[in-house]
């Protein structure tokens, strides 16, 4: 199966910061990756799907891109509200698999 | 607006069954396939289980695999998934999932709100 290594497994940044998340299919998986946010204690939301294409009612400062093997989650300017742990997910076949999470954190 | 209301869970012993259920509204339930999520305490998400919009093709992840059974009944916008011989690994909340489309596998979109299955003696 395709597993997936997201890198770091945790992170604090400073609010205003530009932060990256990184995501890695170990064989290709052409474009077939969502991202998700969940809160502490909440239900998991999704961010993007097809790799990069923001979900309706996400706010702009979320982006992703990469296909194939190498994928990003980016936030352009970090909110306090944006504190939870982050997931990729890959889809591109049964079974579908997460990546462990990122947890983000303010400094 | 678009719903996903799960019910079931609880403490079941190692061994014991259990059937978690999920009804969907504000959709036309039986175009999206459905999907099963679990997380354990502390730990990150696990794909655990999707059922084609009509109910005829179903995926297993190979931990659940001839131990737990997704169905559907589409005249009641329901979702289940029976579980048996629960092992205490198998403890975690789980959350039942929308997929976009009939066809699995898809991203998820939304999530219900969760119930927690504990597998103790």
């Known amino acids: 199966d395709i597993q997936m290594t997201q890198s770091p497994s945790s992170l604090s940044a400073s609010v205003g910061d530009r932060v990256t998340i990184s995501c890695r299919a170990s064989q290709g998986i052409s474009n077939y990756l969502a991202w998700y946010q969940q809160k502490p204690g909440k239900v998991p939301k999704l961010l993007i799907y097809?790799?990069?294409t923001l979900q309706s009612g996400v706010p702009a400062r979320f982006s992703g891109s990469g296909s194939g093997t190498d994928f990003s989650l980016t936030i352009s300017s970090l909110q306090p509200e944006d504190v939870a742990t982050y997931y990729c997910q890959r889809y591109d076949s049964a079974p579908s698999a997460f990546g462990r999470g990122t947890r983000l954190d303010i400094k | 607006e678009v719903q996903l209301l799960q019910s079931g869970g609880g403490l079941v012993q190692p061994g014991g069954s259990l059937t978690l259920s999920c009804a969907g509204s504000g959709f036309t339930f039986s175009n999206h396939a459905m999907s099963w999520v679990r997380q354990a305490p502390g730990k990150g998400l696990e794909w655990v289980s999707s059922i084609r919009g009509n109910g005829d093709t179903t995926y297993y992840a190979d931990s659940v695999k001839g131990r737990f059974t997704i169905s559907r009944d589409n005249s009641k916008n329901a979702l289940h998934l029976q579980m048996n011989y629960l092992r205490a690994d198998d403890t975690a909340v789980y959350y039942c999932a929308r997929e976009p489309y009939t066809t699995p596998i898809n991203w998820f979109d939304p999530w219900g709100q969760g119930t927690l299955v504990t597998v103790s003696s």
């Open positions: 097809a790799a990069s």
